[in-house]
């Protein structure tokens, strides 16, 4: 049984263009988390989703940041235009959405610079 | 002021060493997630616990409830324990709220 897989596992853009970022769950797991650390920091909660639904995007930036569960394929976070400071590693983790406050499984992380 | 506040911030220990790591926070919860996270990156959930006390292999647990307060223990401590340990918490809601983390190293 695989864990959580992210790719890619690093991702250098310039200013301006876009990022993409995919996250697959472990089997059986239908609840999808991302969260950023930036430098430095703490990791911090960004947005929640379940399949075809985001559940909680209390944490995601409101500009340039989406995300999305679809029913088939990886969950995407996206990040257009994207500045210096969105450098930071972006986790993605999943749980099998049975019960309440699950343990939640953590993917490799994907790793953006951009210049 | 952070909801989660873990102490020390930095550790380091002789190979052998009893090692304590604490979590303190500021609101409710339902549960607390113990984390570790590697020099390469990756993060492995070490516990969830929402009372008591859970144990598994050299790394110890506890949490107490009412006094806000988590301990992370790791008896006879070994190099490949050097990583940094991070406390978060369900504030009643399926986000997690993390500390800093505490960084931990083991020297033989």
């Known amino acids: 049984n695989a864990g959580v897989m992210q790719n890619p596992r690093h991702l250098v853009r310039r200013r301006g263009q876009e990022a993409r970022l995919r996250c697959s769950p472990m089997?059986?797991?239908?609840?999808v988390y991302w969260y950023r650390q930036l430098p430095e920091e703490g990791l911090k909660f960004m947005v929640y989703?379940?399949?075809?639904?985001?559940?909680?995007e209390s944490g995601m930036p409101k500009e340039r940041f989406s995300a999305e569960f679809p029913k088939e394929g990886p969950s995407i976070l996206r990040i257009q235009q994207v500045v210096r400071g969105d450098s930071a590693a972006y986790f993605c983790?999943?749980?099998?959405?049975?019960?309440?406050?699950?343990?939640?499984?953590f993917g490799p992380g994907t790793r953006l610079l951009v210049l | 002021k952070n909801e989660v506040e873990q102490s020390p911030q930095n550790l380091t220990a002789q190979e052998g060493e009893f090692i304590t790591i604490n979590c303190s926070y500021s609101?409710?919860?339902?549960?607390l997630h113990w984390l570790q996270q590697h020099p390469g990156g990756g993060i492995v959930s070490l516990f969830m616990?929402?009372?008591g006390k859970k144990k598994h292999g050299r790394l110890i647990a506890t949490i107490n409830i009412q006094e806000k307060h988590s301990s992370l223990h790791i008896t006879a401590s070994h190099p490949r324990d050097s990583a940094v340990y991070i406390c978060?918490?369900?504030?009643?809601?399926?986000?997690?709220?993390f500390g800093t983390g505490t960084r931990l190293q083991v020297f033989p």
């Open positions: 089997k059986g797991h239908s609840h």
């Open positions: 983790a999943s749980s099998p959405g049975q019960i309440l406050q699950e343990t939640q499984y």
């Open positions: 989703l379940q399949k075809e639904n985001i559940i909680d």
């Open positions: 616990l929402s009372s």
């Open positions: 978060a918490v369900f504030p009643g809601t399926d986000k997690l709220i």
């Open positions: 609101v409710g919860i339902s549960a």
